[in-house]
């Protein structure tokens, strides 16, 4: 199995081969995580440290079951409560950890940027959880794997990304996976949603749903990241699931076995209508859930052996 990195701060430095090896891991975790029994001794004896700068109840407890499953000891540390906001820089966090000896760090920050940083100062293998408006590797890792299981490849696919573009960086990372694995990527949405220039990295642009869902495989929606918005974006919320919104109307314009994704958590009514999120034959959303263990189990596996053979390394 070749797997190079040190750290997987994103999409963007991996080779094709990395990524297949990496879901191709992911998918022995897939049937471990389905037994009774769904511990393995892969991570015996390291710690794993989850620092949250941002909220997100779904992605951390995804990454402390996968630690948990692969044997580690794992720990959360409470950054909204932690020294951080005593005004402590990163830096010094970064110090402060180096004196704990972790192994494996996941962090999820604000800034883009910051997960980059951390790993520059810190004597262990990172995993970036998501940073700012950057990247979020492992999401979209983990929507390859769904993908890959729903349609039997991953490479030669039409797959449209809709909805609020600009503040995603789960789009971002989607975006640089499957362009890498040879897809063609359309993304869908009001203009004031998908940043300038974006023709320029290879993708479609449509603003029109239903001409951009129009004989696809699979239809990728994004929510609306409000909290990051600092302006009129969208009229309403009404007008935009009228427009952009997902529904049968608009679903039918895709290939009759195509699916739908949302990385979560979702906003009924306004991104997606309740019933295709629900729809058993069309909708992998739970799917999804279920493959972020598997391919964050996977990532820290990877990371490990990449540590075990690096002991000077990890002893200076």
């Known amino acids: 199995m070749r797997f190079d990195q040190r ?39 390291l710690t794993q440290i989850n620092m949250f700068f941002e909220n997100s109840t779904r992605t951390q407890a ?39 000896h972790p192994d494996l760090l996941v962090v999820r920050h604000p800034h883009s940027g910051a997960v980059d940083l951390l790993a520059q100062k810190v004597n262990c293998a990172v995993l970036n959880a998501g940073d700012g408006r950057h990247e979020h590797p492992t999401q979209a890792l983990l929507d390859a794997l769904t993908i890959r299981r729903a349609k039997g490849r991953l490479h030669r696919l039409n797959i449209a990304i809709c909805g609020d573009i600009a503040h995603s960086r789960v789009a971002r990372s989607n975006i640089l996976l499957l362009q890498k694995m040879e897809n ?27 001409k951009g869902l129009e004989d696809v495989d699979v239809v990728m929606m994004l929510r609306l990241q409000k909290e990051r918005m600092d302006g009129g974006f969208i009229p309403s919320e009404r007008e935009y699931y009228h427009r952009w919104g997902l529904d049968a109307d608009k679903l039918s314009h895709a290939k009759p076995d195509a ?6 958590p979702m906003n009924r009514g306004v991104e997606i209508d309740g019933t295709i999120a629900d729809d058993i034959n069309r909708s992998v959303i739970q799917e999804q859930v279920e493959m972020g263990v598997a391919v964050r189990m996977a990532a820290m596996d990877l990371l490990a052996r990449n540590l075990r053979a690096r002991p000077t390394e990890l002893s200076a």
């Not at 430095?13 to 389905?34: G, H, K, M, N």
């Open 259 to 264: 699916i739908v994704m949302h990385p979560g």
């Open 62 to 100: 995804s990454f402390e079951i996968a630690g948990q499953r692969l044997g580690a000891d794992v720990m959360n540390m409470a950054m909204q409560a932690s020294s951080i906001k005593k005004g402590e820089t990163l830096i010094d966090t970064a110090l402060t950890l180096n004196a704990m």
């Open 184 to 210: 063609r990527v359309r993304l869908v949405g009001p203009s004031t949603l998908i940043p300038a220039g974006m023709s320029e990295f290879g993708v479609e642009i449509y603003d029109d749903m239903r």
């Open 7 to 45: 750290h997987l701060l994103g999409i963007e430095p991996l080779r094709p081969d990395e990524i297949t090896t990496l879901l191709d891991l992911a998918e022995q975790y897939v049937t471990l995580s389905r037994r009774r029994e769904k511990h393995s001794n892969v991570l015996s004896g």
